[in-house]
Each structure stands twice: as structure tokens, then as C-alpha cells.
């Protein structure tokens, strides 16, 4: 199918509901204030069924016109997000195929591509908007390899098939003044990816432009293949350059859609209650500052017209003509202050932190709320069980869609002429998020190696579980060597591995 037609309305109406939820909890992962109170009083529950009988939320309305807007975000959305995102990437996933031409040249695209970082930023992303799209393309003026982007869910127009993801439209604004508006879009099919620039309005497309028509387009059309207006790009491949990892299904609020379900859905009322209680924290705080009350005469003028003040160190006055007032001895001085109600909203703020994260599926251990306590790794797991539940369920959503992500990598590879190698699915390992103690690791190897149970390759991973093939098969023949002990056939081990016995 080609691109959408001229003067289509866009975003396209039957995504106007998924945007929606989007768009709040786009809101509360941002913390924009501005975007709290839009999102408040233009968002989800807006659209659809849930318009009617919404409570009144506390970021609903902006504060009366002149006066200061003093209420507090606490930016528990965010830390939720990162918190998934390094459940799942903080030690890089393991991507191994068989070949170890592949595997060399897959690690090399990974390694100079940053492609772990890149999922960390897609983690984190679909934890917060319930889903995440990473596209491969091209740029020879970039990189020699593939190059590998995250797309935000709010940027596409999916096109499913049985709950697979057949095609996808990304798009984003190039330029906005107000009354006319440029957006880039980019269609990705199986053996194609296609470009074209619109000039529309806020609610359409409008009509088509040469990609040329625009600064940041025209790179795009440089050496494409493709019409005045667009640019198209032949793959050559039939597996399609996107992949879509839903955060976690079902989505409770978009049944029967393959959009996955955020992290905040269901939290929002309670994020809401927990900046409320935050606010009336610190307004406890600004009123409970300490203020002296004194009498008329106890001023000192500073002239005509320029007011009067109470000089706090002043040690003599003169006789005052004054009614005596206040409690005896206090000289007419009113002491005023205000309790500050600590302990009520730290146990309030707590619970609330505390209800919000398990309604996500997290451990309150995982944030802290149990206290810093040292522990095993074993001990650890277990406190957290909830949290490493999550985990696990997130991980079996991301690990089919990042072997497919491995083999599209290796066939554009190839596809290009950057390599020879023949592309295949890889397997997919996700790194242990909690690592054990050095010392403990140490003892266990030691205890393996005296029963005779473990090789020396199998004790170099168990120590160094994130090194390559490589650089395990150079660090065995060298603990092989310094011992004296006999080499074996490493290369029936490890594959026929240049460079035996290099710097890793």
C-alpha cells in the first residue's frame, strides 16, 4: 500500500482514542505542568465512554488568574520508568548465532551502533507509553552498518494482521506556525521504505511536497530512488525494517487492540493524589514560618511614606504609650506559628508511593521503602519477587522482537554489501539485574573447580558473563598456557576465532 493520500485528516481518526491515553501518560512521565493541566482537562477520559462522571482531579484547572501556582509534581512516573528500563537493560541482553562470521559482524553492528543504549531509551519509553517501535535504515554518510532508531508510539499508524505488526507509518512535524504545518512521513513495508513531505493544517495532511522543499528533508532524498515528491527506498528484503514491543497486554483500557498497556494505567488518580498531598505539605511549611506580632508603637519609622520596621535586635526601648496586651511578661510580642503536620503526610506520601508502585507490579523494596539493608543475591530476589515477576513478563515480550531486530540488522547488513555473512535469527539472553558479590562468584567457581566439575572456558564466562566469544576463547588459552597445562581444540569450542591468543 503507498503512503496516506493528500489532504487526508490527520492523526487518523480511529487513533484518536489510543493518543488520548497517550497523551496523559505522557504527561505524568514529563512532568510538564502545562501538559499535567492539558492532559487534566483535554485527556483519556475525555474521549469516549469515560467523558461522563470523572472525578475532578487536582491538576485539572489552572490556578485563579493572579495568583502564584504553588502545587508540586513529584516525579514518580519518571523514576517507574527508568526503574523497568534497567530491570531489563542495565546489563546488556546477550544476541549469539551460530555462525561466528555472523556473530563477529553482529557484535560490531551492536558495539558501534550503541545499540544498547538505544534500548535503554526504548525501555523506558514503553514502560511510560505502553509500547515502543524501533526502525533500521541507512545513511552512507552516517555509518558503513544499519542504523538503529527508537519511535515514539505517539509518532505511528501500525497496521496489524493477527496481532502482528504488517506494516507502520511514522510521521512527525517538520515545521509549525500556527496555520500551516509540515510533516514528514515514513511508511515501512516489507522490501520498502517510503518518504514524502505534507503541507496541511493542525487537523490534514494537505498536500504533497518534493522532500527537497525542506532543509531537514532534503538529506532524505539525496540517492533515493523514487517520484519528484517522495523518495522510496528498495530493501530488497522481505522482512520488515520495524519491529513494535508492547509494553505489557492486555490493554485494560483499549480492549482487543494490540497496543500495549503503560506502566501508569490505572496510577494516574493516585500520581494525582500524591502531588496533592506534596502541595499541602509545603503549604504547611510556608505557612509555619515563624512571625512576630507587635504592637503599633514597638515600630520604628523610616520616614514619611516609607513605611515602618521592627528592629529584632534591638535591646532598649523607650516608654510606649500603649495598652498593655499579650500574655504577662511578653511585653505585647505575639509569638505565631503554625504546626507543620510531618508525620500525616509522610505517612500519607508513603502509602501512596507504596500503592502506586504495586498497582504498576513492582516490589516496594525495589524503591527502597524497606530500608537499605544488605542481602544476597538470592535474599534479594526473593523481597523483590513481584518486581523480578514483571520483569520476566516484560523480558518474554522484548525477546522475540530483538531476535527479530537481530536478523533484520545482519540481512540490511548484507542486503547493502557492508558484509557477506549469512543473516539469522539470533538467541536472545537478558542479563541477570541483580549481580552476584565478586567474592561469592569466586567462591563458587573455586567450589566447582575442586569437585572437577567446571572447564576453564566455563569458569572465564562465570566470571565475565558480558565478554564475547572472543575475547573468552583468548582469556582460556592464556590461563591454559600460563599453567602449563595442555591446549585443547579451542576452535571446535568457540568456532574458527581470528586472532588466538590477541588483546582481546
Same mark, same amino acid.
Given at each position: 500500500m503507498p503512503l496516506a493520500p493528500e489532504n487526508t485528516a490527520w492523526p487518523p481518526p480511529h487513533l484518536d482514542r489510543p493518543y488520548a491515553v497517550m497523551r496523559v501518560h505522557d504527561a505524568w512521565y514529563g512532568g510538564d505542568r502545562a501538559e499535567l493541566i492539558a492532559a487534566g482537562r483535554h485527556g483519556a477520559d475525555t474521549v469516549g465512554p469515560l467523558a461522563h462522571g470523572r472525578r475532578r482531579r487536582f491538576w485539572d484547572e489552572p490556578p485563579p488568574p493572579g495568583q502564584r501556582d504553588t502545587r508540586v509534581h513529584v516525579p514518580l512516573a519518571a523514576d517507574m520508568a527508568t526503574t523497568s528500563a534497567d530491570l531489563l537493560f542495565s546489563e546488556p541482553p546477550v544476541l549469539s548465532v551460530d555462525d561466528p562470521a555472523a556473530q563477529r559482524r553482529l557484535e560490531r553492528i551492536v558495539e558501534d551502533g550503541g545499540v544498547h543504549n538505544v534500548l535503554l531509551e526504548a525501555a523506558e519509553i514503553c514502560a511510560a507509553l505502553g509500547g515502543v517501535y524501533l526502525k533500521a535504515d541507512w545513511d552512507l554518510a552516517v555509518a558503513p552498518r544499519p542504523v538503529l532508531a527508537v519511535v515514539h508510539p505517539d509518532s505511528a499508524v501500525p497496521e496489524w494482521r493477527w496481532g502482528e505488526l504488517?506494516?507502520?507509518?511514522?510521521?512527525?512535524? +517538520?515545521?509549525?506556525?500556527?496555520?500551516?504545518?509540515?510533516?514528514?512521513?515514513?511508511?515501512?513495508?516489507?522490501?520498502?521504505?517510503?518518504?514524502?513531505?505534507?503541507?496541511?493544517?493542525?487537523?490534514?495532511?494537505?498536500?504533497?511536497?518534493?522532500?527537497?522543499?525542506?532543509?531537514?528533508?532534503?538529506?532524505?532524498?539525496?540517492?533515493?530512488?523514487?517520484?519528484?515528491?517522495?523518495?522510496?527506498?528498495?530493501?530488497?528484503?522481505?522482512?520488515?525494517?520495524?519491529?513494535? +514491543?508492547?509494553?505489557?497486554?492486555?490493554?485494560?483500557?483499549?480492549?482487543?487492540e494490540p497496543h500495549g498497556r503503560s506502566d501508569f494505567d490505572g496510577v494516574e488518580d493516585l500520581?494525582?493524589?500524591?502531588? /496533592?498531598?506534596?502541595?499541602?505539605?509545603?503549604?504547611?511549611?510556608?505557612?509555619?514560618?515563624?512571625?512576630?506580632?507587635?504592637?503599633?508603637?514597638?515600630?520604628?519609622?523610616?520616614?514619611?511614606?516609607?513605611?515602618?520596621?521592627?528592629?529584632?535586635?534591638?535591646?532598649?526601648? /523607650?516608654?510606649?504609650?500603649?495598652?498593655?496586651?499579650g500574655a504577662p511578661g511578653t511585653g505585647g510580642i505575639t509569638v505565631n506559628q503554625f504546626a507543620i503536620r510531618v508525620t500525616e503526610h509522610a505517612t500519607t506520601a508513603e502509602q501512596l508511593v507504596r500503592q502506586a508502585i504495586a498497582a504498576a507490579g513492582y516490589s516496594a523494596q525495589t524503591y527502597g521503602l524497606m530500608g537499605n539493608v544488605q542481602a544476597t543475591a538470592t535474599e534479594v530476589i526473593a523481597r523483590e519477587r513481584r518486581t523480578f515477576l514483571t520483569r520476566d513478563r516484560k523480558a518474554r515480550y522484548w525477546r522475540p522482537q530483538l531476535g527479530r531486530l537481530g536478523e533484520l540488522l545482519l540481512a540490511l547488513d548484507r542486503a547493502l554489501g557492508f558484509s557477506a555473512v549469512v543473516p539469522a535469527r539470533p538467541r536472545v539472553e537478558f542479563g541477570d539485574s541483580v549481580s552476584e558479590d565478586p567474592k561469592t562468584v569466586a567462591e563458587t567457581v573455586d567450589l566447582l573447580s575442586r569437585a572437577e566439575a567446571v572447564s576453564t572456558e566455563t569458569k572465564v564466562r562465570l566470571l565475565h558473563p558480558d565478554w564475547t566469544q572472543q575475547r573468552v576463547a583468548d582469556e582460556t588459552r592464556r590461563i591454559l598456557a600460563e599453567s602449563g597445562r595442555e591446549l585443547p581444540d579451542l576452535d571446535a569450542v568457540f568456532g574458527a576465532l581470528p586472532g588466538a591468543g590477541g588483546t582481546p
Open positions: 504488517v506494516a507502520v507509518t511514522f510521521w512527525r512535524v +517538520v515545521e509549525d506556525d500556527g496555520s500551516v504545518v509540515l510533516r514528514y512521513l515514513e511508511r515501512h513495508e516489507p522490501g520498502r521504505i517510503e518518504a514524502a513531505l505534507y503541507q496541511g493544517d493542525r487537523h490534514g495532511l494537505g498536500e504533497r511536497l518534493p522532500l527537497a522543499e525542506h532543509p531537514v528533508t532534503a538529506a532524505l532524498a539525496e540517492g533515493a530512488d523514487g517520484s519528484a515528491t517522495g523518495a522510496v527506498k528498495e530493501t530488497g528484503l522481505d522482512l520488515l525494517t520495524a519491529v513494535y +514491543v508492547p509494553n505489557m497486554r492486555p490493554n485494560r483500557r483499549l480492549r482487543g500520581f494525582d493524589a500524591l502531588d /496533592e498531598t506534596w502541595t499541602s505539605w509545603l503549604r504547611d511549611l510556608r505557612l509555619a514560618r515563624s512571625r512576630i506580632i507587635v504592637p503599633q508603637g514597638y515600630l520604628q519609622s523610616r520616614g514619611r511614606g516609607a513605611g515602618a520596621h521592627f528592629d529584632l535586635d534591638r535591646e532598649v526601648f /523607650e516608654e510606649l504609650n500603649m495598652p498593655p496586651s
